[in-house]
């Protein structure tokens, strides 16, 4: 860090995996260490974003959760959009 080579650094997801005991191929100790200097940063009111190092890891795969579904999701309904309406009839049949 003295020689600038470390500008910025976060929690990601494979950290929070270990620190969830779901993966275990790399640093946990540092992991947790990353966890846990996240957690204390403050939100808008002045509070702490997350209590533990544990509640910081599965918020932040809640969110990769939630973003991954999304990504998925939106070609996902424009694809079936798209199937129902190649399946639709060009005229309606009028029923009497």
Known sequence: MARG???LAGAT???ASHVLG?????D????????????????GRGE???PT???MAQAVIDQL???TVDCL???LLTRIRAISAAKRPRCWPVIP
């Not at 779901?22 to 790399?26: A, E, G, N, Q, V």
């Not at 100790?29 to 403050?42: D, I, P, Q």
């Open 65 to 67: 959760t939630a973003q």
């Open 22 to 26: 779901r993966l275990s191929c790399w």
């Open 53 to 55: 190092p544990q509640a």
């Open 48 to 50: 702490r974003i997350a």
């Open 5 to 7: 080579l470390v500008m």
């Open 28 to 43: 946990g100790a540092a992991a947790e260490k990353a966890l846990r200097l996240f957690s204390r940063k403050r939100n």
């Open 13 to 15: 997801p494979s950290d």
């Open 73 to 75: 999701r939106k070609p």
